[in-house]
């Protein structure tokens, strides 16, 4: 069997920096992993693995840190090309710019060439797993996981269920999104290595009928994910209580009609009440923190510490986010968590982006590290990619030191290579 070994700074994660501290974080400074048939094989020092492994392909990295590719836990792939349009908030962002871009996807060949622009860019930036919302149209949904599974990717990805207020061009009913998301998962859900994700977009958009109709799939089928948004600008909140004054509040909008339990994903999650928090920590959900979006469309400022008691995933939710990049939004999350009070590690960021992912989209035993058995995606870091990061690092006296002016100011020139199930996808 042909091995490929990897030597570089090998990231190793041994617990849960949010509340096992930094430590739960480590480096095998001269390390290697090594891949066989699309896994990770091993890993370890690279004095040992290169005697344990001696007819193996070396790639040798040099000081350069490999990592888990990142994981991107919300997304919006469809919005690929409105991103960083200027001036709006997110109702208005919505209508004026999302949904016409959206209704657009009506065309198969517009979905299939966004869907191939998009994993191209998520990919140069070393991202090798994301969970995106398509649009309306189930063929967008066909073009996103077609383009995953021809580059190998393990890719989460629904249709977007909406039933009212949004263009008439971009309704379905209670029953068509029924019974297209049911089509849609037993077509590709457990496919190669796609996953299909119920996706009502959010209350506003979804009746209680529909959402009704969801939770009634998702009964039927209980190891898929669900992912939606919650409380994310208060203006979206109060249009919630006057659509539904008799439920207590936003996340009881989704909980009546079936939607919290393990496995249910939120977006944003930024303006909880305590009531709200304590039955999301309660029900095991997860939540996408996406703070390039938080902070460019005005919404708020994401409260960190929940990810001490409830799976917290990093995320770009492009087009809102500003950067396709999870190195940006990590740079991101460590901004709005200063704001708050709240000094993030390195450790806790790059965890965040990759394993923290990983278990908020539930696939932990699959991605998210480089333990072996563990499915080969890595993204190759280049600690030193500029002159102003290369500059900033010398004086690093441990890897954290030398890895943070990468995360405040790196970009895809950090990227050295990425692998995709133990395949390299760039040069
Ligand atoms: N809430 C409902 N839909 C969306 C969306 O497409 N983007 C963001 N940021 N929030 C939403
Ligand atoms: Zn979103």
Request: charged letters at 20%.
């Amino acid at each position: 069997m042909m091995t490929d070994l990897l030597l570089g700074q090998v990231i190793r994660y041994a617990g849960d920096p949010f509340t096992d501290g930094p430590s739960a974080v480590q480096v095998v400074t001269q390390g290697a992993i090594a891949i066989e048939a699309g896994r990770i094989a091993a890993m370890g020092e690279a004095t040992d693995l290169r005697t344990r492994f001696p007819q193996a392909r070396i790639h040798d990295h040099g000081t350069h840190l490999i990592s888990p590719g990142f994981i991107d836990a919300h997304v919006h792939y469809p919005q690929t090309a409105i991103i960083a349009s200027w001036g709006k908030r997110l109702i208005d962002w919505l209508n004026t710019y999302t949904f016409p871009e959206e209704m657009r996807f009506a065309d198969p060949a517009y979905a299939e060439a966004i869907a191939n622009r998009y994993l191209d860019l998520v990919l140069a930036r070393g991202t090798t797993t994301v969970c995106s919302y398509a649009t309306i149209h189930p063929t967008s949904v066909d073009a996103i996981f077609t383009a995953a599974q021809a580059r190998g990717m393990r890719l989460f990805a629904g249709k977007t269920c909406m039933d009212r207020n949004a263009p008439e061009g971009l309704l379905d009913t209670a029953q068509s999104a029924y019974d297209d998301s049911k089509r849609l998962l037993e077509k590709w859900h457990g496919k190669d290595r796609l996953s299909y994700v119920i996706t009502p977009r959010f209350s506003p958009t979804s009746t209680p009928e529909q959402l009704a109709a969801l939770g009634t799939l998702w009964r039927e089928y209980p190891d898929c994910l669900m992912q939606t948004h919650l409380s994310e600008q208060t203006d979206e909140i109060a249009w919630v209580q006057s659509l539904s004054p008799q439920s207590r509040d936003y996340l009881d909008t989704y909980e009546a009609q079936g939607l919290l339990r393990e496995g249910a994903l939120y977006g944003h999650a930024i303006h909880l009440t305590d009531r709200e928090k304590a039955r999301l920590i309660e029900a095991g959900a997860s939540l996408a923190h996406c703070p390039t979006s938080n902070t460019f469309i005005g919404s708020g400022l994401f409260d960190m510490s929940l990810a001490q008691h409830l799976r917290v995933g990093l995320a770009t939710d492009t087009g809102g986010g500003s950067s396709f990049s999870m190195l940006r939004t990590m740079a991101a999350a460590y901004e709005v968590a200063q704001l708050r009070g709240q000094s993030l590690h390195p450790s806790q960021l790059w965890w965040l982006a990759t394993q923290g992912s990983a278990r908020a989209l539930r696939a932990e035993d699959k991605i998210g590290n480089l333990a072996p058995g563990m499915e080969a995606d890595i993204v190759v870091i280049d600690l030193g990619s500029t002159p102003a990061i290369e500059q900033a690092t010398r004086r690093a006296e441990d890897l954290w030191q030398q890895l943070f002016p990468t995360i405040m100011m790196g970009d895809d020139r950090a990227v050295a290579e990425v692998w995709v199930a133990g395949s390299r996808v760039t040069p």
